[in-house]
């Protein structure tokens, strides 16, 4: 049972306070503590009723990127954490030894029940006596006053007006920034916009989370005039690098279980139709086996379940009106999403299309009957992965998550990978189905994000500051948007709130020289060493000599993933073939030659994962060649390229490389057919 909260009872008297926050996500607890412990008033006004937003709302698989730069109140909820499930009658289904993420020897715990999280921030509005107003919903029309640069006050839909010094939005969706009249944006930014390679429309890129080999969209197969399978596009996606106004997908991140104590069916939701599962049923026929691989495992025989793969729990396309619209419609979207995804899991469980080893394994698991309690054991929180971002006096980009550029005036770090999910789902030019917009880019290291960028413009507020949409690019933001950077940005926004009452000033006006020290005191990391990271090495098959066919050409038996991590690679990205598998799996690069002798030469990167004994064949002219080659050492040619041997060819010309016998990842990037000169 969660601990007796600390509910606000507001007169009229009581409605003023220092600090106003908006919200009541984890950034707005980590907000509340640390102005409490600066010794100002502060008040949660929160349209939610739970606390904690998507990290009590079903995000226990913390994406932390580097741990090391998780400081403050941030690391301090993850010590709650710890401290938690070091008590045995926290392990009620499993005892902690079979638990692989509980470790005795660090000082913090990084996965949790989504009940626990909300826990310990009600422990924390206890413990602090931080006034909270629950299911207070901001009047977006008419409830704010703005007046000589300032927000006054602002109402709720109840009527209840919350006057403050400095207000804070820590909002998933920035409501209050906008109705401030802050400037603000929503979808993709196209790359030139600030100078980016990994924003805008991505269709080349989006390689990761993709169909892995060619389904077909239509109702019926081959006939584009039966019309799409549900939630295929009928439109374009639009030129790579160009700007849009549409989200990358939302889902749930759902608690499910195999304790069969703590376990309730799936239910079949309203409206429930098997069509809309067709695309993916038509997959799993192709013999896509991924369903299982993001049931991260969480304490007590749990899981965090993500989306996964080229069909998943993500709702592609669904989300795209939701930043601006109305409380009614994106109650609307929420519970499409929710029925979508409960569908899903009721397909894959029921349905007689499904495998059915693929039918039987997911029987095994079930809503976990402690969690989400008031809510049919449905988590509160669907995961808006972006929404408004502000535009700010500084933008966080590409180049300075990278360290292409410094940023200044450090208030925190991220260090997760830039990344988007999939954006639109559509039909390519060969007449198959295609997912576009993911994006999964290391920026190299743990990165700064300026103050500058959780402040908005001076002359269109003075007293805002919001550590949640904050002034960033749509990929930039991908890496920023994570649970303990939000709450880590809380906190720094709220030390500057203090100071900027205390020095009677504008949020604007709040030095470094008097924040950096008071950041570092409360335990916040700003800091870490590190080396520039360039955007990767892209060869072009037009400038490599030879004839030279690239991977996205090539023709697939059995499962390649798709990549783009370790560079150079030539076009997008390359495909791999997990050797530890020991699936069949096979990929054909065909092209026609004039007769005459060719060097041929294979594409890939080369990492110390990689096979040593790819084997490969070559057919040309009705005779085979064999060959074997070392992945792991430098290509010689080109920076990409290894010859594998010199052969007659002539006419119709395949390299198949097979993963046969392999003793580590395959990498199949591109294959030249470069003329040998006499």
């Given at each position: ?303 965090d379940v993500n989306n996964h793969g080229g069909f998943s729990f993500d709702n592609i396309g669904m989300n795209y009106d939701y930043p ?355």
């Amino acid at each position: 049972m969660l601990a007796t909260c600390f509910t606000a009872r507001l007169s009229a008297a009581e409605t003023s306070y220092d600090v106003v926050i908006y919200g009541g996500t984890s950034a707005a607890i980590a907000a509340a503590v640390q102005v409490k412990r600066m010794g100002k008033s502060v008040i949660v006004v929160s349209p939610d009723t739970h606390l904690g937003g998507l990290t009590s709302g079903g995000l226990g698989w913390t994406d932390s990127g580097n741990k090391a730069a998780i400081g403050g109140i941030s690391r301090e909820f993850y010590q709650r954490v710890r401290k938690h499930y070091d008590q045995p009658s926290a392990w009620r289904q499993q005892k902690p030894e079979q638990y692989s993420r509980y470790n005795k020897n660090e000082d913090a715990m990084w996965v949790f029940e989504p009940h626990v999280a909300e826990q310990i921030f009600e422990d924390l509005v206890a413990e602090y006596k931080i006034p909270v107003v629950r299911d207070a919903w901001l009047d977006r029309e008419n409830g704010v006053e703005v007046k000589d640069g300032k927000i006054v006050s602002f109402k709720t839909l109840d009527g209840k007006k919350y006057s403050g010094k400095i207000f804070m939005d820590t909002t998933y969706e920035g409501d209050l920034m906008a109705a401030a009249g802050v400037s603000y944006f929503v979808g993709r930014e196209g790359n030139d916009v600030y100078e980016e390679t990994l924003d805008g429309i991505q269709t080349a890129h989006a390689r990761s989370h993709q169909f892995d080999y060619p389904v077909d969209p239509y109702v019926v197969k081959g006939d584009p005039s039966s019309g799409l399978l549900a939630k295929i596009s009928d439109q374009p996606p639009g030129i790579d690098g160009q700007g849009d106004k549409k989200l990358q997908a939302y889902c749930f991140r759902t608690c499910l279980t195999t304790a069969q104590d703590n376990m309730v069916p799936f239910p079949k939701p309203e409206g429930y139709d098997a069509k809309d599962y067709a695309l993916l049923a038509r997959y799993l026929a192709g013999g896509w086996k991924g369903v299982f691989n993001k049931f991260d495992p969480a304490p007590n025989f749990k899981t965090d379940v993500n989306n996964h793969g080229g069909f998943s729990f993500d709702n592609i396309g669904m989300n795209y009106d939701y930043p601006e619209a109305s409380y009614e419609r994106r109650k609307e979207i929420i519970k499409e999403h929710e029925n979508y995804q409960i569908g899903l899991l009721y397909f894959l469980s029921n349905d007689p299309s499904v495998p059915a080893d693929i039918q039987a394994k997911m029987k095994k698991w079930g809503l976990s009957k402690d969690e989400f309690v008031d809510n049919h054991n449905w988590p509160h929180q669907l995961y808006i992965r972006e929404a408004r971002r502000m535009v700010g006096p500084f933008v966080m980009s590409e180049q300075y998550l990278r360290a292409l550029k410094p940023t200044p005036e450090s208030v925190g770090l991220g260090s997760y990978n830039m990344d988007s999910h999939n954006v639109q789902r559509y039909v390519d030019a060969k007449g198959h189905v295609r997912n576009e917009g993911d994006i999964q880019v290391s920026p190299g290291g743990a990165y700064p994000i300026s103050y500058r960028s959780i402040v908005p413009k001076k002359e269109e507020c003075e007293n805002l500051l919001v550590p949640v949409c904050v002034s960033s690019s749509h990929i930039a933001y991908g890496s920023i948007r994570m649970e303990p950077v939000f709450m880590i940005l809380g906190q720094s926004a709220a030390t500057a709130a203090v100071q900027a009452i205390e020095g009677n000033k504008a949020v604007q006006d709040v030095t470094y020289d008097e924040l950096k020290p008071r950041l570092l005191a409360d335990g916040q990391v700003l800091e870490m060493e590190r080396k520039p990271k360039a955007p990767a090495i892209v060869l072009r098959a037009e400038d490599l000599p030879g004839t030279v066919i690239d991977d996205v050409d090539a023709k697939t038996v059995g499962t390649w993933g798709e990549s783009s991590v370790v560079q150079p690679f030539v076009g997008s990205g390359y495909r791999f073939y997990d050797a530890a598998t020991k699936a069949k799996a096979s990929i054909s690069f065909t092209t026609k030659l004039k007769a005459g002798k060719y060097d041929v030469r294979v594409a890939y990167s080369p990492n110390a994962n990689r096979a040593t004994n790819v084997a490969i064949a070559v057919t040309s002219g009705g005779a085979t060649h064999e060959a074997e080659l070392n992945q792991r050492q430098q290509p010689k040619h080109d920076k990409a390229f290894a010859s594998i041997g010199q052969f007659e060819l002539s006419g119709e010309t395949t390299v198949t490389i097979t993963g046969d016998g392999a003793n580590g990842y395959v990498i199949a990037d591109a294959v030249s057919f470069v003329p040998v000169k006499k």
